[in-house]
């Protein structure tokens, strides 16, 4: 335990050295609010007047302006949409001033003027490899049951890749669920998906910003070796009582907000609280709506409730307290019974120190996932983790450059129990404990945006530990043309326990701190227990003109270590059967892979038009020694164009659509059966007599290809408005309009073929107050 130690110590010097480094002359820092709400507003332009000291705020609304000269100043905030703010500020020695701004929605603005959180971020972050999703963005396709949703808009991001609409899972550029971390308000998330995969377990109108890093992320982030879903929830309105209520044809949601305290004045605290409750009953509605899917209705069951609530100080310094419990239930007649319960709490902060110009932000959660599956043909599986994380991050601003660094803990439990496709019963009960500590420094300099960075990621339970150096780079060729790039390297412990032979691919069992290893892969002595992967990416941003921007990037992810579960798995790995292969006794098997592609993405958006296309070229491969193979979720080609036009008075009606066209998926192909015998009796066993169990004889794996898919989405919303802020939303969705029969699965045994979502009409109703 000396390295953990070590790390610690690394991290108290910085903090000590840190602590030190005052700003030179003076700062003006502080938070850019909402007036008519109270919510921050993130990425908004703070300047001081004619000179080229500024700062945009982050996803806090904090900003701060530091290396001031002595002299008087006008502060302004500039953001579309809202009147220009301006406020003289005075400047004499190390001074630090602390503001808290509000802005005021209108149409005024000074001249020339048109400055966007986007705009600004594109200038200023280096950002390779991740999208930037709000509450807005999410409404502007078609609401699949009447109900926006991020699970729908993930699935038109470039180089995400989403398997279907009942028990589809998300793979993001080459990574498989397991490999894709997802954080709401610092707290980890094991699984944010529903089964019938049209639903994630985020109310929509409580998130703030959802940032999906696709690859490349920098050094604050770990654990991982593919991607990030970093998720932050709004505090609530701070001025009123305020809320929605919606009903459709899939399920309800109910959404209320308000201040516990009132700020009086702008140098007062104030707290505020808001609370989400959504749930399914499309289980019971769709035996009356949609009984020509199926008779019996569709047996998805969810609940997801969430609360928080947020405490303020004068001076911007926030707590915030959270909890939630999700549930999901379904039942695929003749298939499978799957299950699952998650739970959890905690808080974070950020703290504004008097004196001292930096922000401290730190975070503590606990949570726990369990699942459950029965198959009829297959033992029953389950599997659980719990546990805490923890961390604290500390940033300093010099003029345009930033340093950062933090670290973070995290222990978990995970408990495990299944049986393979060889009937071997493989169980694992592990306590694990991971530390990190991490640096990040990002230098401005004239049309150079650079931010190398390094974490160290400590696995306790394997003994070891991880350097992972960073580094992301963006080059400002002009105002309208940037160039990008990100590399880094990448681990984790967690491992996934799923069959790429299930029928319904829903169980995904969490593992960690694999033991029963084998000692050499392709020829060559295996010394590490992590998996491992290392990421290049190269791309270019293109503002083609005003509205309209286009996204390229290649990307390259060498997955150098890869565990999973050994399905060939016979003999115990006991000394009486040492002779044999380690592959038919070890509980895991080391693979390694790649994933590589070019993504293309167009925007185009102006007050009344919205359009996305998206265009994905990927190709993912994966070898475990003895066989090369590609995954089930390889989809070479992948097309998302998504729109939406708002229309007559007051924009009051929109209508909006997604078309979707992907090729075929990989399966595994049946060549034929044979009668399996038991021989429950053993040597007593009579082969003339005994009945066996029809077994199947498996083609290679995931050689064949499943026919292309594609769908179209259409809806239509009308607001009525009944007061400032009274309004009703009528939705109307058509789901899979021409009705297009995307294969599910096929019955290997009655070769029946199971279809996708056909054509669904939906319809909801949302309050908003």
Known sequence: ?????????????????????????????????????G???????????????GAATDENGYFSITRIPDGNYTLMVTYLGYDTLREPVDIKGNVVLNKKLYLVK??????????????????????????????????????????????????????VIFTGDQGGQLYIRGGAPIQNKVIL??????????????????????????????????????????????????????????????????????????????????????????????NSYLEQTSKALYSYIDENGLPFNFRDLYAKASINASNGSKVNFFGFNYSDQVEYKAVSNFNWDAYGAGMNFVVIPGKSPVLIEGNFA???????????????RTSLVRGFNMGMNFTYFFGKDQMKYGFEMQGFKTVFDYFNSANRKIDQTQNTSEIAGYFTYKIARSKF????????????????????????????????????????????????????????????????????????????????????????????????????????????????????????????????????????????????????GVDFSMKYENKNLYLWVVYSLGFVNRYDGLIHYVPHYDRRHNVNIVSSYKFGKLNSWEINGRWNLGSGFPFTQT??????????????????????????????????????????DLGLTKKFSFSENVTLDANFTITNVYDRDNIFYVNRITNEKVYQLPVMPSFGLTLNF
């Open 185 to 278: 308000d610092g707290m980890v998330i094991y699984n944010p998906f529903h089964s019938i995969g049209l639903f994630s377990v985020f109310e929509t109108d409580i998130l703030r910003t959802a940032d999906i890093y696709t690859g490349g992320f920098g050094a604050e982030n770990g654990g991982r070796i593919s991607s990030v879903m970093d998720l932050t929830t709004r505090d609530g309105n701070k001025k009123r009582i305020a809320g929605k209520a919606g009903a459709s044809t899939f399920g309800a949601n109910l959404l209320l907000e308000g201040p516990i305290k009132k700020q009086k004045t702008s140098a007062d605290g104030s707290s505020s609280f808001i609370l989400s409750y959504k």
């Open 106 to 159: 209108g149409s005024y603005q000074l001249q020339g003027i048109s400055v966007t959180a986007e705009y600004t971020e594109q200038r200023t972050e280096t950002r390779t490899s991740v999208v930037k999703i709000t509450p807005k963005q999410i409404r502007q396709i078609p609401t699949v049951g009447g109900q926006a949703d991020l699970a729908q808009y993930l699935q038109v991001l470039p180089g």
């Open 449 to 596: 945006l650079i931010e190398p960075g390094m974490r160290f990621q400590w696995y306790a339970s394997l003994s070891e530990i991880s350097p992972e150096p960073r580094l992301s780079m963006k080059y400002l060729v002009s105002d309208k043309l940037r160039f990008k790039m990100a590399t880094g390297l990448y681990t984790q412990n967690f491992i996934a326990a799923n069959s790429d032979r299930d029928v319904v691919n829903l169980f995904y069992g969490f593992l960690s701190g694999p033991e029963n290893l084998p000692t050499t892969f392709d020829g060559k002595e295996v010394t590490s227990k992590l998996q491992k992967a290392q990421h290049f990416i190269l791309g270019a941003e293109i503002d083609v003109r005003k509205n309209l921007l286009v996204n390229i990037e290649a990307y390259y992810k060498n997955f150098s270590q890869l565990t999973n579960i050994n399905r060939n798995k016979i003999f115990e790995d006991i000394g009486e059967y040492q002779d044999k292969p380690e592959y038919l006794r070890k509980d895991f098997i080391i693979e390694n892979g790649s994933a590589k």
């Open 1 to 37: 335990m000396q390295l953990p130690s070590k790390i610690f110590s690394v991290i108290l010097l910085l903090i000590i050295a840190s602590a030190s480094v005052f700003a030179q002359n003076g700062t003006v820092r502080g938070f850019v609010y909402d007036k008519e709400s």
């Open 671 to 712: 060549q034929g059966y044979y009668e399996k015998l038991n021989f429950a009796q053993g040597i007593f066993s009579d082969i003339t007599t005994m009945n066996g169990d029809l077994s199947i004889i498996y083609g290679t794996i995931n050689g064949g290809r499943l026919s292309y898919y594609h769908r179209l």
């Open 366 to 380: 606990y949570s726990s996932y369990k699942m459950n599956l029965t198959e009829n043909t297959l033992a029953p």
């Open 39 to 53: 919510e921050p507003i993130i990425f908004t332009n703070v300047y001081l007047y004619k000179t080229s000291h």
